[in-house]
């Protein structure tokens, strides 16, 4: 069955600090990705997703940026960190031939 | 630009009533409708997707209802649980939009026993 690890769950850093948040898939391969953020008392908002190793496409001009070295790949990262950084950071997957997402467990980062 | 709202934002109801949950879009030019469900702090969890073609779809206790054209869909939960408190959020995939979602604000639901 497919599964979908993201880590670490939790993490603080100062600002102007680097970022790197990895997203692994399991039992699937090709998979759409997508990094999501959740903001205190805003929706999901979309920031990358990938069709393919080496393939990024951004939604919002930010200070984050996305790579997917592998197939089953996906990191967030960022140089130096902002305030605005902070919040509720999702990825996720699509298999071929479905519709559904599926999410991995977050990670929570507060930018201090 | 499509946008997604859902009402309300929070609802408390007792245990064993039966509710709605609410979501509307801008753009009714979408492939789905999807709901999720989430608990505080983790991932969300994919609940019923309803294609565009469809009216509704059904599992278990829940019934998602999906009217394109006036660009509303309904959450109906029967004999509510304290263990369906969280939150629903709702997302639809736009035509053209790559499968990317656009999700709601989500309503808390919260199931007192």
Redesign the interface.
């Known amino acids: 069955s497919q599964t979908i690890h993201q880590w670490p769950a939790t993490l603080v850093q100062p600002v102007g600090s680097p970022l790197s948040l990895e997203c692994t898939v399991e039992g699937t391969s090709n998979p759409n990705l997508y990094w999501y953020r959740q903001a205190a008392g805003r929706g999901l908002q979309l920031l990358f997703y990938s069709v393919g190793i080496g393939q990024i496409s951004s939604e919002v001009p930010q200070n984050l940026s996305a790579s997917r070295p592998q197939d089953r790949q996906f990191i967030l990262s960022s140089k130096k960190l902002l305030l605005s950084d902070s919040g509720f950071y999702l990825c996720a997957w699509r298999g071929t031939g479905t519709e559904k997402l599926f999410f991995g467990s977050g990670t929570q980062l507060s930018v201090l | 630009k499509q946008e997604?709202t859902q009402i309300p934002a929070a609802l408390s109801v007792p245990e064993g009533e039966n509710l709605v949950l609410n979501c509307s879009f801008t753009d009714s030019a979408i492939?789905?409708l999807?709901w999720?469900r989430q608990d505080p702090?983790?991932?969300?969890?994919?609940l019923l997707?309803i294609q565009s073609s469809q009216r509704e779809q059904t599992s278990g206790r829940l019934n998602a209802s999906l009217d394109k054209s006036s660009g509303r869909s309904t959450l109906y939960i029967a004999a509510s649980q304290p263990g369906d408190s969280a939150t629903y959020?709702c997302?639809v995939?736009s035509g053209g939009s790559?499968?990317?979602?656009t999700?709601?604000?989500?309503t808390l639901l919260t199931v007192n026993p």
């Open positions: 997604v492939y789905n999807q999720f702090g983790k991932g969300l969890t994919s997707l959020l997302a995939m790559n499968y990317k979602l999700f709601g604000k989500g």
